[in-house]
């Protein structure tokens, strides 16, 4: 049995589309999002994903929904422009 750890997610989720292993592929966006700093540190996973960028999308996804879900309470940034470059203000969804 294999586990997913740091070192091996990054190649685990990239073997996942030419097997077509879906449940596989969540359950390694599941562990980056659960580890995301110890696992975008690594290089052999900077490396890896290099190879397969597109890849990197549904972990986007995933990040920007773990986000939403857990700090944001469906509220949204917009940058107004006023207060210098990249200064945002925070706009309900309500």
Not at 55 to 64: D, F, Q, R, Y
């Amino acid at each position: 049995m294999c586990l997913i750890d740091v070192r091996n997610v990054a190649r685990m989720y990239c073997a996942t589309e030419e097997h077509s292993a879906k449940r596989l592929a969540n359950a390694c966006i599941s562990f980056i999002m659960d580890n995301i700093r110890e696992v975008t540190g690594d290089t052999s996973f900077r490396k890896e994903m290099g190879r397969y960028p597109h890849l990197c999308i549904p972990v986007l996804k995933a990040a920007a929904d773990l986000i939403l879900d857990g700090t944001g309470g469906g509220s949204k940034r917009q940058r107004t422009g006023e207060g210098g470059v990249g200064a945002s203000s925070v706009m309900s969804d309500t």
